[in-house]
């Protein structure tokens, strides 16, 4: 069985570009989490979803931080426009209900310059 | 704001027990005590989790104090591939949702 799948692995941006990245989570997980985990850190949570719906967006920055979770399956994380402080791995995780454990994808590498 | 402390990093002879430790002084009766680990360059990878009871599973056993207030994880035959960091987490529950609040957590290196 496939995991959680995201891409793209690594991504070098310029700074006020935008930047989308794409989650796939493991076939009939409803809950979904996108994670940032900055150098020498623990993750941190930045939004979770109960299907289509966003249930914990409260750590998303919303200024500059969009995502969505259209049909309740994929996921996409946005940030326009970027900035050097967003330089993180960006992590997508899956869980079948709100309290499984959740499973983790390998992380979008960003690193804004 | 994570909820648990671990010692910033460990060495462990291979093949010998690897025994982690976590103190979660502030948990709540209804909050359960999660394991991770992330190798370098990977998404952490989920090893165990309890609420008050001892657990084993094929990877590692989980102890947990009576009092809740601390938690060991343990690793029985440690192995080179078994070096990563691990993360003691406590899961919250607030307004009926999850939440997974990792701290920095133990960097563990397995030496030949």
Redesign the interface.
């Known amino acids: 069985e496939a995991g959680v799948v995201q891409s793209p692995r690594y991504k070098i941006i310029e700074k006020k570009q935008p930047v989308a990245f794409w989650c796939n989570p493991i076939s009939g997980h409803n809950t979904l989490y996108w994670y940032r985990q900055n150098l020498g850190q623990g993750p941190e949570l930045l939004i979770r979803y109960e299907n289509e719906e966003a249930v914990d967006d409260s750590q998303l920055p919303k200024d500059r931080f969009s995502a969505e979770r259209l049909k309740g399956v994929d996921s996409t994380l946005k940030i326009q426009p970027a900035e050097l402080g967003d330089s993180a791995v960006y992590l997508c995780a899956s869980s079948s209900g709100p309290g499984t454990e959740a499973f983790f994808g390998q992380g979008t590498r960003l690193t804004v310059v | 704001d ?1 909820k648990t402390t671990q010692p910033t990093s460990m060495d462990c002879a291979e093949g010998r027990a690897a025994n982690l430790p976590c103190n979660h002084s502030t948990i709540s009766g209804n909050e359960y005590v ?1 394991w ?1 680990r992330q190798i370098h ?6 090893i165990i ?1 309890g609420l008050k009871n001892n657990e084993t599973n094929e990877m590692a056993s989980l102890i947990i104090t009576e009092d809740r207030k601390s938690s060991t994880l343990i690793l029985p035959h440690a192995t080179l591939r078994d070096t990563a960091v691990y ?1 003691c987490i406590v899961r919250v529950t ?1 307004s009926g ?9 133990t960097r563990l290196k397995v030496l030949a």
Do not use: D, E, M, V
């Open positions: 994570a999660y991770y360059s990977q998404g952490p990878q989920y989790h993360y607030t949702t999850y939440k997974y609040i990792f701290g920095t957590g």
